[in-house]
């Protein structure tokens, strides 16, 4: 479930927006994360796990209270994770260092400005990923998309155990189901992409990544933040599932429950419910993720006071626990 895209063309600025499709309440919050965080990403029973002190600050929304599911950093760098059936991480190999899934997000959104550092970072540092209930009592299988300021996307998928990475300008679309080579290899069939075959309509992975691919691509430029917001939010509109839909006989489609939008270059972030009509957002200018400042948490409850720009409405707190599998 899910759709991802990122919308950026020359002379305005990058964003993307990502809406979250799944089954039931994901008890989502957003939180404001600093610099300066030590996280070790597997359990204490396993001796080579990967470590890290984090480089940037972050708005993260979480899933579940034990994972990132999405977020944007201080350098315009987003992360993505939607879930991916066909993923699967391959039995313990103890040479490379161990990440569970639920920290696979803010992995890189602590330490990487661009998607060109982070490929490059795991060209010369590989790691193995290893699942976890992210979702109770339920495995999760995941891909993750990350994008930035220059527009530059990199798709991460896991098969056998094996890690494929997309990367380049051009990968502008995430949904789920197949893995990514068969998705690209399928928006050929329609026009727009060297097809005969008109916009698919329904809410399968296959036709949302199809037109969501070429709506983002029909965008008119703009150079203003808030107009390119709502466009980018036409798109994945779009490409959203309705309430009422769910299919048990069909486990990659389930409902919207929340979008985000992600502006790269102004470094605003914004999340919307679907069972809201207002949507809040945290600007980074107003965010203090230095190293050394408290975690901060605003407890999406959907009331009319929750509207706007919600800087001043975050707590002090601690960060949630990851799950460590």
Partial sequence: MCTVCVWAKKG???????????????????????????????????????????????????????????????????????????????????????????????????????????????????????????????????HLQVSDATGDVAVLEVIDGAFTIHHGTEFTVLTNSPTYDQQLENLKKYKGFGGDLPLPGTTAPVDRFVRASYYVGALPTTESPDKA?????????????????????????????????????????YFQASTSPYPVWLDFSKLDVSVGAPVKCLKLDGSEEQLGNQSDALVDTDLFDFSVG
């Fill in 229 to 269: 917001a709502a466009e980018i939010l036409s798109v994945v509109r779009n490409a959203a599932q309705p309430y009422g839909t769910v299919d048990p006989e069909r486990p990659n489609v389930a409902p919207t429950i929340w979008t985000t939008i992600r502006d790269h270059t102004d470094l605003r972030y």
């Fill in 12 to 142: 305005q600025p990058v964003f993307s927006a990502r809406n979250m499709d799944w089954a039931m309440d994901m008890d989502t919050d957003l939180w404001v994360i600093p610099a300066g965080r030590h996280h070790r990403a597997g359990p204490e029973s396993e001796a080579n796990v990967l470590e890290w002190t984090s480089k940037y600050g972050s708005v993260a929304a979480s899933a579940y209270g034990i994972g990132t599911a999405d977020g944007l950093n201080e350098a315009g760098l987003a992360a993505s994770a939607l879930w991916l059936s066909e993923s699967t991480y391959g039995p313990r190999d103890e040479s490379l260092p161990l990440m569970v899934i639920s920290f696979w997000c803010q992995y890189y959104l602590d330490n990487f400005a661009t998607v060109a550092q982070a490929v490059a970072d795991f060209e010369t540092n590989p790691y193995q990923l290893q699942t976890a209930e992210i979702t109770p009592g339920r495995s999760t299988t995941i």
